[in-house]
């Protein structure tokens, strides 16, 4: 919108100061754009058939219902490809249902992602690798969005072009764009209904009804990387250390894993660290599946060790560049 000079105004004195010249309303910055829509997908309930594919072709899709009730969030997901699955999140308590094996698998999972619990309306560190700007409108799901564009600054990090619906801020659809700008992954509403009558005391019934099933809780227990002997000796630019967990040793090398989290605010990477089994970990890979990389990787080990170091193995929604810097700035303390 165009700030001009209306048209009664009196012509400027000689003497006075020069007019002043039309500027253009200020451009919501990126931090406006992201709060607006981490504020939405807290504050808004919904129901809707949710469709995600990559360029590699995978298509998968599942049924969402979404309820708030203050500062409460809970979440029924519903698998419609694939394997059944039910997957109930109440805050950070997570509960998945598998029928067909009669197991119910429990854990506490940090939100993470698109938007962390970490973004705050003062948090300008994402404004230092990302640029913001509004593109255009579409139609999606029948709402109309403002398009916009998460552009970064460098090949560290993934792009990405979002749909925010008009009124509330909710994003509809979500492309991730590689390093050439080329789209990776899309995920979007094929149907929505906004405000939709969802109670939150029947979400938590269904989530609480496991007769039949066997309950297997998977135990994250809160430690630093420290704490476990391991340090970055190279910060990836951008990307801060969220959390750090370890599961309960119980007797066997793999359930003594470290993983340590770190977002940008938009992308996550984890690094997870196991004592290296050599009837487990055949080979050092390298997998895209749409935005997910995964790398793995033996390290700490000695020549001619056949049983020595630890296994890591790197996965995030980055480029496969800044997982291999993780990879090789991660140390063993001395």
Same mark, same amino acid.
């Given at each position: 919108?165009?700030?001009?000079?209306?048209?009664?105004?009196?012509?400027?004195q000689?003497?006075?100061?020069?007019?002043?010249?039309a500027?253009?309303?200020?451009?919501?910055?990126?931090?406006?754009?992201?709060?607006?829509?981490?504020?939405?997908?807290?504050?808004r309930?919904?129901?809707?058939?949710?469709?995600?594919?990559s360029?590699?072709?995978?298509?998968?899709?599942?049924?969402?219902?979404?309820?708030?009730?203050?500062?409460?969030?809970?979440?029924?997901?519903?698998?419609?490809?694939?394997?059944?699955?039910?997957?109930?999140?109440r805050?950070?308590?997570?509960?998945?249902?598998?029928?067909e094996?009669?197991?119910?698998?429990?854990?506490r999972?940090?939100?993470?992602?698109?938007?962390?619990?970490?973004?705050?309306?003062?948090?300008?560190?994402?404004?230092?690798?990302?640029?913001?700007?509004r593109?255009?409108?579409?139609?999606?799901?029948?709402? /109309?969005?403002d =398009?916009v &564009?998460? !552009?970064p600054?460098?090949? #560290?990090r993934?792009?990405?072009? $979002?749909?925010? +619906? *008009?009124?509330?801020?909710?994003?509809?659809?979500?492309?991730?764009?590689?390093? /050439?700008?080329? =789209?990776? &992954?899309? !995920?979007?509403?094929?149907? #929505?209904q906004?405000?939709?009558? $969802?109670?939150? +005391? *029947?979400?938590?019934?269904?989530?609480?009804?496991?007769?039949?099933y066997?309950?297997?809780?998977?135990?994250?227990?809160?430690?630093?990387?420290?704490?476990?002997?391991?340090?970055?000796?190279?910060p990836?630019?951008?990307?801060?250390?969220?959390?750090?967990?370890?599961?309960?040793?119980?007797?066997?090398?793999?359930?003594?894993?470290?993983?340590?989290?770190?977002?940008?605010?938009?992308?996550?990477?984890?690094?997870?660290?196991?004592?290296?089994?050599?009837?487990?970990h055949l080979?050092?890979?390298?997998?895209?599946?749409?935005a997910?990389?995964?790398?793995?990787?033996?390290?700490?080990?000695?020549?001619?060790?056949?049983d020595g170091?630890?296994?890591?193995?790197?996965?995030?929604?980055?480029?496969?560049?800044?997982?291999?810097?993780?990879?090789?700035?991660?140390?063993?303390?001395?």
């Amino acid at each position: 919108m165009l700030i001009g000079v209306g048209a009664g105004v009196a012509p400027v004195q000689a003497a006075g100061p020069a007019p002043r010249p039309a500027t253009q309303a200020a451009e919501p910055s990126i931090g406006d754009w992201l709060m607006r829509m981490h504020d939405a997908s807290r504050k808004r309930s919904y129901i809707g058939t949710f469709v995600v594919s990559s360029a590699a072709g995978n298509l998968s899709s599942a049924r969402i219902w979404h309820v708030c009730d203050g500062e409460q969030q809970m979440e029924r997901i519903e698998t419609l490809t694939g394997a059944p699955r039910s997957i109930f999140r109440r805050n950070d308590e997570v509960m998945t249902f598998l029928p067909e094996a009669k197991v119910v698998r429990t854990e506490r999972r940090d939100s993470l992602g698109l938007f962390p619990n970490q973004l705050s309306a003062g948090d300008s560190s994402i404004a230092q690798f990302y640029a913001a700007r509004r593109t255009g409108s579409e139609r999606v799901a029948g709402f /109309d969005a403002d =398009v916009v &564009e998460l !552009a970064p600054k460098d090949r #560290l990090r993934f792009g990405y072009r $979002v749909w925010s +619906e *008009k009124k509330s801020g909710l994003v509809v659809k979500l492309q991730t764009l590689d390093t /050439d700008g080329r =789209v990776l &992954e899309q !995920a979007a509403f094929s149907e #929505l209904q906004l405000d939709a009558p $969802v109670r939150m +005391e *029947k979400l938590s019934q269904m989530m609480s009804n496991t007769e039949g099933y066997k309950v297997e809780t998977q135990e994250l227990v809160k430690t630093t990387p420290a704490a476990e002997g391991w340090s970055l000796r190279n910060p990836v630019a951008g990307f801060k250390p969220m959390s750090c967990y370890k599961r309960p040793v119980s007797g066997t090398a793999q359930d003594n894993t470290m993983q340590w989290i770190f977002s940008d605010g938009m992308a996550s990477v984890s690094l997870f660290v196991e004592a290296f089994d050599r009837q487990r970990h055949l080979r050092e890979v390298m997998l895209s599946m749409g935005a997910t990389q995964t790398l793995t990787r033996r390290i700490g080990d000695k020549p001619g060790d056949k049983d020595g170091g630890w296994w890591l193995t790197v996965v995030g929604e980055a480029p496969l560049t800044t997982l291999k810097a993780f990879a090789q700035g991660l140390e063993r303390g001395k």
